[in-house]
């Protein structure tokens, strides 16, 4: 019985990294991300492990996944584009807005060498810190609170990616910056813009992505 529970456990296993594999082939490199080492991250990372249990058959799916307290984990496109414009080499630290499920978080510890994280609401943070101590992510350090105010003390990124979309650019977020750096965000209300800001001697160069769909940021947690 534990040698038949062992090989359908390893069937199993070789069937999601298929699914990952296709999803990566027909959602990711079929519009456009190229990064070797992003495309890698998707593959290694088990979006299924950071979905609720009844939703984990539609894990590879092409479409976010809703979390508690209306979240969602974010579409694995819109991941592997994100990272991308991260444009992460390996030795960079790194800070996340909207910490969700993890996904994002993981997909970014496999990119970079450190990874700040800052979730809004408690209960997803124990959540998440919990279940990528599970899955061997040890380079991860994690706050509760404003997302708009970043991490000041922690500052300054290499790049910044904010899952959650922002009316305005917050001037705080771009403040923790450092030279060269990168802030991928959602901006906007009813329509959204994924934009990218990069700090230059010269201030802030901004660019346009694409039009996105993320669940607003949220400010002042009680």
Same mark, same amino acid.
């Given at each position: 019985m534990v040698v038949l529970q062992e090989l359908l456990g390893k069937k199993y296993e070789a069937y999601l990294a298929f699914i990952r594999a296709q999803m990566i082939k027909d959602q990711i490199e079929a519009r456009g991300v190229k990064d070797a080492r992003v495309l890698a991250a998707m593959q290694k990372v088990c979006?299924?492990?950071?979905?609720?249990?009844?939703?984990? %058959?539609? $894990?590879?799916?092409?479409? #976010?996944?809703? !979390? &508690?307290?209306?979240?969602?984990?974010?579409?694995?496109?819109?991941?592997?584009?994100?990272?991308e414009l991260a444009a992460l080499s390996g030795g960079e630290k790194v800070l996340e807005i909207g910490t969700g499920s993890g996904y994002q978080t993981a997909v970014l510890a496999e990119l970079a060498a450190e990874v700040d994280?800052?979730?809004?609401?408690?209960?997803?943070?124990?959540?998440?810190?919990?279940?990528?101590?599970?899955?061997?992510?040890?380079?991860?350090?994690?706050?509760?609170?404003?997302?708009?105010?970043?991490?000041?003390?922690?500052?300054?990124?290499?790049?910044?990616?904010? %899952?959650? $979309?922002?009316?305005?650019? #917050?001037?705080? !977020? &771009?403040?923790?910056?450092?030279?060269?750096?990168?802030?991928?965000?959602p901006v906007g209300g009813e329509e959204q813009q994924l934009k990218v800001l990069t700090r230059t001697a010269a201030g802030l160069e901004e660019r346009a992505v694409c039009a996105v769909r993320f669940v607003p940021m949220l400010k002042d947690a009680a």
């Open positions: 979006r299924h492990c950071f979905v609720p249990e009844d939703l984990r %058959t539609r $894990a590879y799916e092409d479409y #976010p996944l809703p !979390l &508690a307290h209306g979240q969602t984990v974010s579409q694995p496109y819109i991941v592997a584009l994100m990272s994280t800052v979730e809004f609401f408690p209960a997803l943070a124990q959540d998440s810190k919990a279940r990528l101590a599970r899955l061997g992510y040890a380079k991860i350090n994690f706050k509760t609170g404003d997302g708009a105010a970043g991490w000041p003390e922690r500052a300054p990124y290499d790049a910044i990616i904010v %899952t959650c $979309a922002a009316a305005a650019v #917050p001037p705080g !977020l &771009a403040a923790q910056l450092k030279p060269g750096g990168r802030l991928v965000i």
